[in-house]
């Protein structure tokens, strides 16, 4: 379990690994399962996620102007993320 947290903390810093276990008080094993990465903010993730996903592709790119992305940032934080303000770590948070 040592070298599993060394890797951890190699791969994504010591402040995220910490933060991860404030958050969650959990093993190693969860961290590969809830990590997705550091963004500056809740919403430059949210901007991240849809454009990974292609959530907006089908919607006429007129209208994508008026889609509300830090309401997105919001409802995903409520439901299915964390966000850690101080490293700016995300981790899923089911």
């Not at 454009?51 to 309401?71: I, K, Q, V, W």
Request: charged letters at 35%; proline letters at 2%; one cysteine or more.
């Amino acid at each position: 379990m040592e070298n599993e947290i060394k890797e951890i903390i190699e791969r994504a810093g010591e402040d995220v690994w910490n933060a991860f276990v404030d958050i969650f008080d959990a093993d190693p094993d969860d961290f590969e399962d809830r990590f997705m990465g550091v963004w500056d903010s809740e919403v430059e993730y949210a901007e991240d996620y849809i454009e990974s996903t292609g959530m907006l592709d089908d919607m006429p790119e007129n209208l994508r102007y008026y889609f509300d992305y830090e309401a997105f940032a919001r409802d995903i934080f409520i439901m299915d993320c964390v966000y850690d303000i101080d490293t700016g770590a995300v981790f899923f948070n089911h």
